[in-house]
């Protein structure tokens, strides 16, 4: 079982930054894909960010341009970036870790991200 610990969470300003890390239990070379999702009060969780193991990176629209994923395979972490943060920013953030052949599906117990003044 892959075991994912996300780190990096707090409070901060509107237009601030944040990075938020997620740090795998074993190599990320071999996890199909990883991403982060959020979940605000009253809302369904959504997508946020993926990058695959070649790879290749998928964003929501709401974070297009100001949010970067990213990995480091020796630190076995991904990295979110995140920028020009809105307060519709505020939520908790999972990371979430796929696996294939065979199938897997790993979460994270998620990290509180605040946005206001």
């Known amino acids: 079982q892959v075991q994912l610990v996300e780190f990096g969470g707090g409070l901060v300003q509107p237009g601030g930054s944040l990075r938020l890390s997620c740090a795998a239990s074993?190599?990320?070379?071999?996890?199909?894909?990883m991403g982060w999702y959020r979940q605000a009060p009253g809302k369904r969780r959504e997508l946020v960010a993926h990058?695959?193991?070649?790879?290749?990176?998928n964003y929501s629209d709401s974070v297009k341009g100001r949010f970067t994923i990213s990995r480091d395979n020796a630190k076995n972490t991904v990295y979110l970036q995140m920028n020009s943060l809105k307060p519709e920013d505020t939520a908790v953030y999972y990371c979430?870790?796929?696996?294939?052949?065979?199938?897997?599906?790993?979460w994270g117990q998620g990290t509180q991200v605040t946005v206001s003044s």
């Open positions: 074993e190599s990320i070379s071999s996890i199909a894909l």
């Open positions: 990058i695959t193991s070649g790879g290749s990176t």
């Open positions: 979430i870790a796929i696996m294939v052949s065979p199938f897997a599906q790993c």
